[in-house]
């Protein structure tokens, strides 16, 4: 963490960004456009969404505003406040399905840098297909 604060915080600083990794196997080549579905049931500092990339490539990010089902993050504030309740979400990325290859894939998701309470609580990861 970087300790550019002031005050008592100064201790606890900023944080780095941070990559969440999931790994998964496809059985074969997909065409088509897939759907990364997400339940969020607390977010706070993600106002820019939360980049999210496909074997190295960018596929956008959840929360960006970029079509209906992906509309802004709504920042809950239950990771700073360490709360049981926070106001649950869904949001969904669409992206050509392309990316995806036969064999292991890896997914990221980047918590940009920033407050030591930025973060996402996930209820589900779902990701879809739609061929043709």
């Known amino acids: 963490p970087q300790t ?14 941070t990559v969440w990794t999931i790994k998964f196997n496809m059985p074969k080549a997909v065409k088509g ?18 980049p ?10 959840l929360g960006d505003g970029g079509n ?31 990316v995806l290859k036969p064999g292991e894939n890896t997914m990221t998701f980047t918590v940009p840098a920033g407050d030591l ?3 996402i609580v996930w209820d589900y990861l779902r990701l879809e297909l739609a061929e043709g």
Request: charged share 15%; no cysteine.
């Open 4 to 17: 550019n604060q002031r005050g008592p915080w100064a201790r606890y600083g900023r944080g780095s960004a």
């Open 117 to 119: 309470q930025s973060g």
């Open 68 to 98: 209906p089902d992906n509309r802004p993050i709504i920042q809950t504030n239950a990771i700073r406040y360490n709360t049981d309740q926070g106001y649950w979400q869904q949001r969904t990325l669409k992206f050509d399905a392309s």
């Open 52 to 61: 999210v990339a496909i074997n190295g490539a960018s596929v956008g990010a």
């Open 33 to 50: 456009t897939a759907a990364l579905r997400v339940g969020i049931s607390g977010a706070d500092g993600l106002r820019a969404g939360l």
